[in-house]
């Protein structure tokens, strides 16, 4: 029996959301089932903030670019992701890979999160070299995994504010700040921040750490450019990048000087708004719904199984 063809507009909707998942497929060679097994919360749960943080793409998809900007920042970790990656060549494939970890390690089964922070514990136990100032460096060094880690909490969480839920109680920040150290500790980072003051001393604390090199402009431009995307990736994510600079603290955005600074002005903020519209729009089928369908299908086979009782209604 053949299929009904669909309408234009939900051809549009299928082919955005496609695109959506081609950013979170699996890439790292360790594939995760977000439906199975049954019933199974995962590290977090649905009751938890990570949760309710990590649910909307096109915040996830701003915080997930500042990240990138703050490591860029650390000449010691952007050493290491342009000397032990083909970051220039692949830039889409690393930002679906980091996607990839967030997903799983949040909406994931406890299997497959502990099993994607074991696969990239073992990926970090490789990486080690000098920068060319002739500094050595490991991906296993706790204080440069702390700080990768602060740039994405930090970010995810100011893009959640800034574009979701400006209302997140400063209780339910701190919350999100604990739930994810567990992950950051697992991975080797100490001294983690589990507070939004903690995290706001942090970030001031590293001040003197950063640079704004060439290198950095040279990664982060890659964002802007993407010359294996179609114009419509293309613009998106200038949309997004330019979204994500709105998002740095001022000294930073300082930092970074022109074109970066420039990119703003093109890209204001009622074009990130209608972005993120069509692609919630898009999104019939994500990560976090995949999640509560299955922490959701084991209660209701119990239910199924075991229905409840109805009043005694004397036989009438």
């Not at 000397?83 to 497959?112: N, P, V, W």
């Not at 050595?136 to 700080?147: F, K, N, Q």
């Not at 740039?151 to 339910?172: G, K, M």
Request: glycine share 8%.
């Amino acid at each position: 029996m053949l299929s009904m063809p669909c309408s234009p507009l939900e051809w549009l909707r299928r082919h955005i959301e496609g695109k959506i998942w081609s950013v979170t497929r699996t890439r790292s060679g360790f594939p995760i089932d977000l439906s199975t097994p049954r019933g199974d919360p995962g590290l977090f749960g649905p009751e938890s903030v990570s949760w309710q943080v990590h649910d909307d793409f096109p915040a996830m998809m701003v915080g997930g670019i500042r990240a990138l900007i703050l490591q860029a920042l650390h000449p010691v970790v952007l050493a290491g992701v342009l000397e032990h990656s083909i970051f220039r060549q692949d830039m889409r494939g690393r930002l679906a890979r980091t996607a990839q970890f967030i997903a799983g390690t949040t909406y994931g089964s406890a299997r497959d999160a502990d099993g994607l922070i074991d696969h990239v514990n073992r990926i970090h136990r490789d990486i080690a070299g000098t920068t060319a100032e002739g500094r050595p460096y490991a991906a296993t060094d706790p204080a440069l995994l702390t700080w990768v880690h602060a740039a994405e909490v930090s970010s995810f969480l100011d893009a959640h504010l800034r574009y979701v839920n400006p209302r997140l109680t400063r209780a339910d920040q701190g919350r999100y700040l604990a739930e994810t150290a567990k992950v950051a500790r697992r991975l080797g980072a100490t001294d983690v921040p589990e507070s939004r003051e903690a995290l706001q001393a942090y970030m001031n604390g590293q001040r003197g750490s950063l640079v704004a090199s060439g290198r950095m402009h040279e990664a982060i431009a890659q964002l802007a450019t993407q010359p294996d995307a179609s114009p419509s990736e293309r613009l998106t994510m200038r949309i997004f990048l330019a979204a994500a600079i709105r998002l740095l603290p001022p000294w930073i955005s300082a930092m970074l000087g022109e074109p970066l600074t420039t990119l703003v002005r093109g890209f204001p903020e009622p074009a990130m708004r209608a972005s993120s519209g069509l692609l919630r729009w898009a999104i019939r089928d994500s990560a976090g719904m995949r999640a509560h369908a299955r922490v959701a299908s084991c209660a209701a086979a119990q239910t199924v199984s075991h229905p409840s009782q109805l009043p005694n209604d004397g036989g009438q």
